[in-house]
Structures are given as structure tokens and as C-alpha cells.
């Protein structure tokens, strides 16, 4: 048996065993510290390292300490000679919903976390497999924020009903929580109700199975630590609003702000439109930012 196919064994046995296919499916997102790994897979440390371990022999993975921490990272999509190995693990990670699950799962600990590690959260926004426009026909698009309360369900609305239905869009967030009423109110004076509207889980959106073009996160500034990623694609575009739940001031200067909130949402709603109807080569608006999955800017 020459090497490559000796290699390419190794590399499947290890991946045989549930657990650590899992572990090298979360290690897609790039180089992870242990800790990291341990809290979203839910193993003891001793587990967890022994399961690397077996796919580090296999040349799955590599490490490297920093500290009294270990830092793992899947070589094994570095291989050319193993790429047909690495296109299925990559297909693999994009369609099971545990490994999607997973993913979420580290976005929101690497906002939250302040540990060993001390890992920025990365820019969130909409999400396309490639730098280039995604192909928009029959469009369905999700708008992501924490709570699935303000923010994204007035996005949801608008660009459903601004289009007059030609764009699909639904909302969801990682922690529902009752629509905001001082949304309820503003948007009721806009002539859209959202009183029956409820809030969804993004993670059962993954588990649905549901395809998007496009994922549009439209969390604040202020609360980027928390702002959710949707897993498994690789470029973002960020477009910030602040969150009514965090709005100071009486009920009055609440309820103007919120209209303030609201009036960004609807105009952020019509440059997406816009965008969505002309030609491939348009650009969108000066205020949305383009960020790759390493955090490096481009135009949008």
C-alpha cells in the first residue's frame, strides 16, 4: 500500500468514530483551544483530549501549546493530496445539522466568553458562499439578532412587504424573547402589525433544513460581543442597529428612538431591494461593510 493510500486510512478510521468526526467538523472554523472545544461538544477536558490525540496521530489535526492551553487546527483540509477526503468533510459540515448546531454554538461562546482564551467575535452580516453575489432568484433571506425581538423581525417585515413579496424573509435569533412592545407600536403606526408575530430559534432554523441566500445579522455596535454568526459560510456583511431593548430615557423618548430604529430598518430594507432587483455588478450602500471569515475588509 503506497503512503497516500496509507494516510488516506488513517485519516478515515480516525474519522469513524462519531465524536471525533464531530471534533474535526468544529475545527472547520479554524484553530480552537481546548476549552473551546470541550464547552461546545460537552466533554470532560481528559475526553476531549484523548479524542485529538487519536486524530492528531492520524494527521488529521495539528497543535500547539500557548501556555498550559493546546491549540488545535484541522490540517488535513491543507492537504492536497487528501482534498477529495477534505470536500466531503467540508459538504459534511454544511448540511448536518449537529455540525451547524456546533458551529452556532461557538459563535455565540467566543462572543460571550472572557476565558483563557479571551477570542473576539468576529463580524457577522450576510452571508454568501463566495465573494460574489449569490444568485437571488426567488430569494429567501434571514435576518439574525439575539433575541429575534426588535430588530430583525422590523427587517423581516419590511423587505417582505417592500418588495411586495418578491423577496422571502423570515427572522430568528440564538435567545427568543417576546416581541419588544415599543416595536409592536411603532410598527402598528407604520401599518404592520407584529402583535401575533412570535420569535423563532435559529438553531431550530438550521435543524429545519431551510436554505437562504442570504443571512443579514443587524446587531449593534455596542453589542458585537454577542452578536450571532451563522456557521458554515464564508463571507459577512455587517450592517449595525441599535437595540430598542437598551434604550434609556422615559416611555416617551423610548417610544422616539424606537421610530428612529425603526425608520434606519425600513431604509436599510429598500437599499437591499434595490440591490436585490439591478444588475449583478451593483454595489450595495457605502454603510454596509464587507468582512471575509478572517476578518479582513473589503468593498460591498
Known sequence: MDDLAIRAAAACAALGDATRLRLALLLRAGELCVCDVQAVLGLPQS???????????????????????????????????????????????????????????????????????????????????????????????????????????????????????????????????????????????????????????????????AVFQAVITVCDEAAAGACPVFPGLTHRLHLPFPDPAALEGSPEEKLAKTREIRDQIKAMARDFIAWYRAPKDKKLGASWEWVDIKGKAQDA
Request: hydrophobic share 40%; proline share 6%; glycine share 6%.
Open 47 to 209: 475526553s476531549t483530549s484523548r479524542q485529538l490525540a487519536v486524530l492528531r496521530q492520524a494527521g488529521v489535526v495539528e497543535s500547539r501549546r500557548d501556555g498550559k492551553w493546546m491549540h488545535y487546527r484541522l490540517s488535513l483540509m491543507e492537504d492536497p493530496t487528501l482534498g477529495p477526503l477534505a470536500a466531503w468533510l467540508d459538504t459534511l459540515g454544511q448540511a448536518s445539522p449537529q455540525a451547524l448546531e456546533d458551529a452556532a454554538r461557538l459563535s455565540l461562546l467566543q462572543a460571550r466568553r472572557r476565558g483563557c482564551c479571551e477570542v473576539q467575535t468576529p463580524f457577522a452580516g450576510i452571508i454568501f458562499h463566495d465573494a460574489r453575489r449569490p444568485d437571488m432568484r426567488n430569494a429567501n433571506v434571514l435576518f439574525i439578532c439575539e433575541h429575534n425581538s426588535a430588530r430583525s423581525q422590523m427587517a423581516e417585515a419590511y423587505v417582505e412587504l417592500l418588495s411586495d413579496g418578491e423577496i422571502t424573509a423570515a427572522s430568528a435569533g440564538f435567545d427568543p424573547r417576546p416581541i419588544n412592545p415599543l416595536v409592536v407600536e411603532v410598527m402598528r403606526e407604520d401599518g404592520v402589525d407584529l402583535s401575533q408575530k412570535q420569535p423563532q430559534s435559529v438553531f431550530e432554523v438550521f435543524k429545519s433544513g
